[in-house]
């Protein structure tokens, strides 16, 4: 894991009482929440060398970017829960039209990804933060665990 002080980009997640603040930089606004994604996969499973077995498509239409956030985080939990899949890459684009955010999860079978901690059940709105900072962006999202 990236530290803030030596990368332009990277996670970091903190304790918070019963849950997990995940935080994320990067130096473009898609890139934040690429590492976002993998900051949250980062509080329940190490992918380190794991091969995606596939690619999930998404697209998620947003007009707030806390609801971006939200469903960007949903979908990644949603993959675990119903189907058993982690993501072990994220790859995400923006439509400069209609705002819309398009991308590929690259997912494994959770049984080829070492388990560090239980699955988040969900991303709080609570605390939630996605925002240009210095010519960068931050995100920060607390996770119930």
């Known amino acids: 894991m990236a530290t803030e002080l030596s990368a332009t980009s990277g996670h970091v997640a903190r304790p918070h009482t019963a849950d997990v603040i995940v935080e994320a930089w990067a130096p473009t606004r898609m890139a934040c929440l690429?590492?976002?994604?993998r900051g949250v996969v980062?509080?329940?499973?190490?992918v380190g060398s794991a091969q995606a077995t596939r690619e999930v498509p998404l697209e998620v239409n947003a007009q707030v970017d806390e609801d971006l956030v939200i469903a960007l985080l949903d979908d990644v939990l949603y993959l675990l829960d119903a189907d058993g899949l982690v993501v072990v890459?994220?790859?995400?684009?923006?439509d400069e039209v209609d705002g819309s955010v398009e991308g590929l999860f690259r997912v494994t079978p959770v049984e080829r990804v070492v388990a560090t901690g239980a699955p988040p059940k969900g991303?709080?709105?609570?605390?939630?933060?996605?925002?240009?900072?210095n010519a960068a962006w931050r995100a920060r999202v607390v996770l119930d665990v």
Not at 34 to 37: D, G, P, Y
Not at 42 to 46: E, M, P
């Open 123 to 133: 991303a709080s709105r609570s605390g939630l933060s996605f925002l240009p900072e």
């Open 89 to 94: 890459d994220v790859e995400l684009e923006e």
């Open 42 to 46: 980062a509080t329940f499973a190490h």
């Open 34 to 37: 690429e590492e976002l994604v």
